[in-house]
């Protein structure tokens, strides 16, 4: 790609916005100029502006430290400056100003949970359900959109158990699981978590991530139907999610039932054959394994393998009978990079890819 | 109890040990006179034994730091000292020891796994299957044993929720379970889990775990039948087994299906009235309540609830509806209390009530 | 004492404040029978109040879960109802409510950093410099309140090397000292220090902590100059503070220099003998010895020794050569026990004792 | 350099030898050829030798998961395969055995502590003091060794405030310091320190760790005399050495005294000049900057700044007055990188480098 994209990043300085600066910095297809956030930042540098509180490893991106932060209502000035945005934006604002943008003929590919359950918005995990993106005329057209649209992608907590649930569903037909996550407190954001509440100590509930875990991947697994994205129904998950004192990574206990009960050598043999993203698009972000398999008994472990594929690779192991359904595993993603800005950024290359951007 | 009776600590030494000797330093019905551990201790006073070893806050109880230790081979001596005794002996020593206290004449009221799936040793929970030491006297006269017996507890890991759960199978039938555990490190003894292993960081396996967890609780809920314990076959269970950065207490995620499904009021009120060990015992380290639950929406958590009843008690929250199962709740219980040195003095306790000490 | 003293507690729902309402339930000489917050809270019951935001374990005690919250403002009414407050305020607001509930008559025993710099009012731990209080007359006549006073306590950071510093400045003459703290995240309230900052990190910067560390001190070994108590000067103390991830109880390394260098045994044998609080006065929250030296070479640990003495105990080991000064120890104290509520109340039942309440 | 340098490791499975395998996997300079371990794993491949306990993130290099591990006894053999030598021995062997290596015509860059203290061994930081390298011909004529020689590199206490405090002594003369460090779990290896240990706690003592810290850096600043290297007795440091909750990075708090006093810009000024290794090498594992200040008030932390210059750069932070002595500030460094396996590798790079290999 000789002449890179050059994109906008909506609550930039957030901590989910932190890492799409982090991850967005040297990207070989898009080029950060814009940045947009609150009236508090507005005018600052990026670099002034999360002084003091930019929580990744290694500093400021130096490409990205001097650049002018606006506000997310400078919305004319975002569509001159760049050809799409990434939303980082928190849920409260999200849904108001990822529409405005996208009537200003701006596409929005949105962290936010805003529009996970908007009908005929796409909620995209390359390796599963790209052809939702087909959706996406559809929207434009019955909503006035020129040239805006928005794309999300689904909750952290899923993208654990999703994938390798995916590549077997393919074949076998998922029938019901019952999953239990450990989930990392970066996932809270910053502050997020408060260290009293979580040192030496689980919380066996967060607010609103069961409903997300199980309702979510229904429309992953759905399919265009007319105008809109009608859920999977037949499909059941419970899930029971945990905050652990994990910095990153969330984990997953997964019991499953398939339609029909493959062997043991089926599923591993799946795994590792899932190709996850059509191989005629080569992605940047795109990990060169989807899912692996760890044959220790003990893996996938948060701290050793939460890295996997730059962090976008989804890692199971444990794969064994389960004496109430089918089989029990384990999976793990890294909830800040696959599960946000990562898997953000991916669906943003996915839609260069296929020609929307 | 005007007198107290005398009783002695097989392994004394050792982290299971030492909590017995905690929690025996001021017990009202029992005085130790008796310690004994490995060929290294011996000889040497209790405080000496333990120092630069002793994991529990506070120091060596005054009252025993005094007492000299013996080696677990001076079985003529316990026998001389004390009415029956407690052991915390390593599973690899147990099962040897065990039984040459009992056919020596000595009680043995057990923490070790050896004996647990042998099937005329009862593995009792006195809140559920206390009916289970009926087969004392036929164990004494299957091996010819005079007055020594053994009887023994379950793995801590099930405490959390195999209490719960038997109040429910007693009126609704329990079918199956899908249970996730985060366990405590102090379950694992001392040095046990390396701190590298386990800061920032979930291991999703532990030695041996998911088959006890699955395995003891049909022993738990079978019958006397004939000379053995059968154990109940009808009951599913399936368990997946963490270790997570908690100091003490054990939490699961239970999803569960019944015979009958209740009403969530019928659950509610059940776990109110759950009386635990028959009434007419009025046993020193039974907490006021079994089981507690709470109501607010993020409870039970470990560093919060595990020393509920000095931890004997099993807290119990965020019962819901489950999509796969009938109904999904947390259980916590404290893994070296009552999943361990407690809930063996528990035992002791329940068969001088019993009348068989 | 037969009938108990009625006292009130300011800034009751935040987390000093429910330290001192856990302390003060069953408190032998004080019964709290006037709770008060901000406007957000007043009206309900404090059961109410702190619903969700009940840090401490066990629950909100039963004595207390009825009473209602009134607001700071209602200061007519502090007044009819207890014979004098413990003030938990927070600092912004501490200054300005401490003198109106003085100047009403009120005397306040606080925790709050807002008056331990003002001249004329006290800042004292029992144990050093209860003398310090014999300037209550002349702050009152001064500043013309009638029966009202202010007294404070210390920042927690220095408790766990004051005290053993003190018992050896009266024999030896205390010169210098290199201080290093190792403090627990409580000592930042709740939420306080975010997982996010803390897990698997130091944060070598408390705002504010170093100059108390520093300063505070000087004032503690002051002495009373006409009005006002005067600082000694003579003193130096540099102080590094550091946030570890511990949960409770901060931990000093000190390096300190006299005036006259004492052997190993006299200062072994000074916090031997070290009794703290004049002999004549049995406060309930006194602890049986104010300093415990720890033989073993690790000790003390905030982990194991944060509770002796119910957390009233200061810990003290390693007595060591110094290379560049004289000596080097270890000193540990629980930061919201003797470091907040338990020391407030400490301060309140001598002001009872020594007959100014 | 066209052709790489056939290189040995000595312990290579234990975690320190998993450091050294980690590092030179894709070594610019070096080949591993050979490792060693103890007769448990030899005959193994590496990968098998380590299998269940490699203890770094990602895999067993690829490069070197099929060599075939010797036993550190077959001497010859390594003679045969290697230039050099690193040994991660544990010190119980190091002695005897590095000395059997030098014997033998190979030299040895060791981690070890066996001969820091050895008067003709230098001890080596290549920033500091690699001037001191011009012993090794003494070395090898005194103890009549042709090929063979021993450099060793110190303790990774030191590392942390080492470096910053020998870019000032070269100036302003180092007079005394004290020195608290704070230090990582990851120092002590593996399984290494219970989790029950230092899970919400600090332990305020580390075998050993205060002589090195003290005695360490007098031979670093000393000179060659004769046929040893002299100590530098004028400079006196006093240690208090912490394990605290931290799996990487040893944190520092100093407080310095110097021959002449500077002023901060002076300090500022000649950590920022500081270059470290002569400039005319160019070594591979040598960072762009030796010394990084950082301006923000609450750094350096460990798990933000550990991995600076690839866990090479010492990260120093909060330079101010100190009441006692000059000046304090905070030191950080990654102790398994700089203050292990890296230092080690970048001490036989600069052996290449002045011609000793």
């Known amino acids: 790609m000789k002449d890179k994209i050059n994109v906008g990043v909506l609550g930039a300085t957030g901590m989910?916005?932190?890492?799409?600066?982090?991850?967005?910095?040297?990207?070989?297809?898009?080029?950060?100029?814009?940045?947009?956030a609150s009236s508090r930042s507005a005018g600052k540098t990026y670099g002034e502006a999360v002084r003091g509180r930019w929580h990744l490893t290694?500093?400021?991106?130096?490409?990205?430290?001097?650049?002018?932060?606006?506000?997310?209502?400078?919305?004319?000035?975002?569509?001159?400056?760049?050809?799409?945005?990434?939303?980082?934006?928190?849920?409260?604002?999200?849904?108001?100003?990822?529409?405005?943008?996208?009537?200003?003929?701006?596409?929005?590919?949105?962290?936010?949970?805003?529009?996970?359950?908007?009908?005929?918005?796409?909620?995209?995990?390359?390796?599963?359900?790209?052809?939702?993106?087909?959706?996406?005329?559809?929207?434009?057209r019955t909503r006035g959109w020129v040239r805006g649209f928005?794309?999300?992608?689904?909750?952290?907590?899923?993208?654990?158990?999703?994938?390798?649930?995916?590549?077997?569903h393919e074949k076998f037909g998922l029938k019901q699981a019952v999953i239990t996550t450990m989930q990392a407190v970066s996932g809270a954001g910053h502050p997020g978590v408060s260290s009293l509440d979580i040192m030496d100590n689980v919380i066996p509930f967060i607010q609103g991530e069961e409903e997300k875990s199980e309702n979510e991947p229904l429309k992953i697994l759905g399919s265009i139907d007319g105008s809109v994205i009608s859920n999977n129904e037949k499909v059941k998950i419970s899930a029971h999610c945990n905050r652990v004192p994990?910095?990153?990574?969330?984990?997953?206990?997964?019991?499953?039932?398939?339609?029909?009960?493959?062997?043991?050598?089926?599923i591993l043999g799946t795994w590792k054959d899932f190709r996850g993203i059509s191989p005629k698009y080569d992605l940047p972000s795109s990990p060169r394994r989807a899912i692996i398999y760890r044959e220790e008994p003990d893996r996938p472990q948060p701290r050793?393998?939460?890295?996997?594929?730059?962090?976008?690779?989804?890692?199971?192991?444990?794969?064994r009978d389960c004496n109430?359904?089918?089989?029990?595993?384990?999976?793990?993603?890294?909830?800040?990079?696959?599960?946000?800005?990562?898997?953000?950024?991916?669906?943003?290359?996915?839609?260069?890819?296929?020609?929307?951007?």
Request: hydrophobic content about 40%; aromatic content about 8%.
């Open 16 to 36: 989910v916005g932190q890492n799409y600066i982090s991850l967005l910095a040297d990207h070989p297809w898009f080029r950060v100029n814009h940045v947009a």
């Open 58 to 140: 290694g500093d400021v991106p130096g490409s990205l430290r001097d650049i002018t932060v606006s506000t997310i209502d400078e919305i004319e000035l975002a569509r001159e400056k760049c050809t799409f945005v990434f939303s980082a934006l928190g849920s409260h604002v999200a849904r108001e100003y990822e529409e405005r943008y996208a009537v200003a003929g701006i596409p929005v590919v949105s962290n936010a949970s805003a529009h996970r359950s908007t009908p005929d918005v796409p909620m995209v995990i390359p390796e599963i359900n790209y052809h939702h993106l087909d959706i996406i005329p559809i929207q434009q």
């Open 150 to 168: 928005i794309v999300v992608k689904p909750n952290c907590s899923l993208q654990s158990y999703m994938t390798p649930l995916y590549a077997l």
């Open 246 to 266: 994990v910095i990153h990574g969330h984990t997953a206990c997964v019991s499953v039932e398939f339609e029909r009960k493959p062997t043991r050598d089926e």
């Open 304 to 319: 050793l393998d939460r890295d996997a594929g730059n962090g976008m690779t989804v890692v199971v192991g444990r794969l």
């Open 324 to 357: 109430v359904l089918h089989y029990r595993f384990v999976g793990l993603s890294h909830n800040t990079v696959r599960g946000a800005a990562g898997g953000g950024i991916l669906n943003g290359e996915l839609l260069v890819a296929m020609g929307y951007l």
